[in-house]
């Protein structure tokens, strides 16, 4: 698919998105049962129909294990974000903001602690896979802020906290209007000048990713309040099966078009279909 945000926004401006593929639009949509689903059952098109039954029930789609690593991992970067944003915008100048590198080091494994919990001193492959996250994406931010601090020598910390952490982690929104779940949350969110939802998969690619973001965006635009107009969407897979002391980290974007919204909501309307005469 595309490899760049560039790539994406050119192929929407030679291709772009229909007002009629916006939002839970009912004259694409029509009729359909009162049923909710959580986003991943919609996206997955792999998915075995009884999972589709154990998700209504509550029973979740994978091991306890798997779940609550995944989840780790994506807690990992909403509380890197969260701090780190919090660090800068509260320093006294620009000088003390030179200290966050130095400040992620030290609250690393107090951060880890306290996301894992229990699980702290029995899987030490995940406590691992979570320092190397961590370590990566401090790098990554520590050298975006020094960028900005570079070029925009007259910002102060909020400025400058408000442009580096940009992202909205973990973002809870209402996606009953997409007869999705009600308590939906989205990994990552960039709300500017060009909106992009983003979601992190520690598993292997699959051609049927781009769902995922395109339901984001659907469910998103179809709530008061926010935002009318998401255009890009982004997959970041995260490989933690290496030995190097980072895990591989590739984006993939996607401009989202009128066919990929069609292909979620025919997705989304032949599961609706299917679990109403199921259930």
């Given at each position: 698919?595309?490899?760049?945000l560039?790539?994406?926004?050119?192929?929407i401006?030679?291709?772009?998105i229909?007002?009629?593929?916006?939002?839970?639009?009912?004259?694409?949509?029509?009729?359909?049962?009162?049923?909710?689903?959580?986003l991943?059952?919609?996206?997955?098109?792999?998915?075995?129909?009884?999972?589709?039954?154990?998700?209504?029930?509550?029973?979740?789609?994978?091991?306890?294990?798997?779940?609550?690593?995944?989840?780790?991992?994506?807690?990992?970067l909403?509380?890197?974000?969260?701090?780190?944003?919090?660090?800068?915008?509260v320093?006294?100048?620009?000088?003390?903001?030179?200290?966050?590198?130095?400040?992620?080091?030290?609250?690393?494994?107090?951060?880890?602690?306290?996301?894992?919990?229990?699980?702290?001193?029995?899987?030490?492959?995940v406590?691992?896979?979570l320092?190397?996250?961590?370590?990566?994406?401090?790098?990554?931010?520590?050298?975006?802020l020094?960028?900005?601090?570079s070029?925009?020598?007259?910002?102060?910390?909020?400025?400058?906290?408000?442009?580096?952490?940009?992202?909205?982690?973990?973002?809870?929104?209402?996606?009953?209007?997409?007869?999705?779940?009600?308590?939906?949350?989205?990994?990552?969110?960039?709300?500017?000048?060009?909106?992009?939802?983003?979601?992190?998969k520690?598993?292997?690619?699959?051609?049927?990713?781009?769902?995922?973001?395109?339901g984001?965006?659907?469910?998103?635009?179809?709530?008061?309040?926010?935002?009318?107009?998401?255009?890009?969407?982004?997959?970041?897979?995260?490989?933690?099966?290496?030995?190097?002391?980072?895990p591989?980290?590739?984006?993939?974007?996607?401009p989202?078009?009128?066919?990929?919204?069609?292909?979620?909501?025919?997705?989304?309307?032949?599961?609706?279909?299917?679990?109403?005469?199921?259930?």
């Amino acid at each position: 698919m595309l490899e760049s945000l560039e790539d994406a926004i050119n192929r929407i401006d030679g291709m772009p998105i229909s007002d009629g593929w916006r939002g839970a639009n009912y004259r694409s949509f029509g009729p359909l049962p009162d049923v909710r689903l959580p986003l991943y059952v919609v996206a997955d098109r792999k998915i075995q129909k009884e999972k589709i039954l154990d998700a209504m029930r509550g029973a979740g789609h994978a091991s306890e294990r798997a779940r609550k690593s995944g989840s780790f991992y994506h807690e990992i970067l909403a509380r890197l974000y969260e701090k780190s944003k919090d660090y800068v915008s509260v320093s006294r100048n620009r000088e003390d903001v030179f200290g966050l590198e130095q400040h992620l080091g030290t609250i690393r494994e107090q951060t880890i602690s306290s996301i894992m919990g229990e699980y702290y001193t029995a899987w030490d492959d995940v406590k691992s896979n979570l320092e190397k996250v961590w370590n990566y994406e401090s790098h990554l931010l520590v050298s975006r802020l020094y960028f900005f601090l570079s070029h925009y020598p007259r910002w102060g910390p909020r400025s400058i906290a408000d442009h580096v952490f940009c992202f909205k982690c973990e973002y809870q929104f209402d996606g009953s209007k997409l007869h999705l779940s009600e308590d939906s949350r989205i990994d990552l969110y960039r709300k500017n000048n060009v909106n992009v939802v983003i979601d992190v998969k520690t598993g292997n690619p699959e051609g049927y990713h781009y769902l995922t973001v395109v339901g984001y965006a659907l469910a998103l635009e179809s709530c008061p309040g926010e935002v009318k107009k998401i255009d890009i969407g982004c997959i970041l897979y995260v490989d933690l099966a290496t030995r190097d002391p980072i895990p591989r980290m590739k984006c993939k974007f996607y401009p989202l078009l009128d066919s990929y919204r069609q292909d979620f909501v025919e997705e989304l309307k032949k599961k609706i279909n299917w679990y109403a005469k199921h259930q």
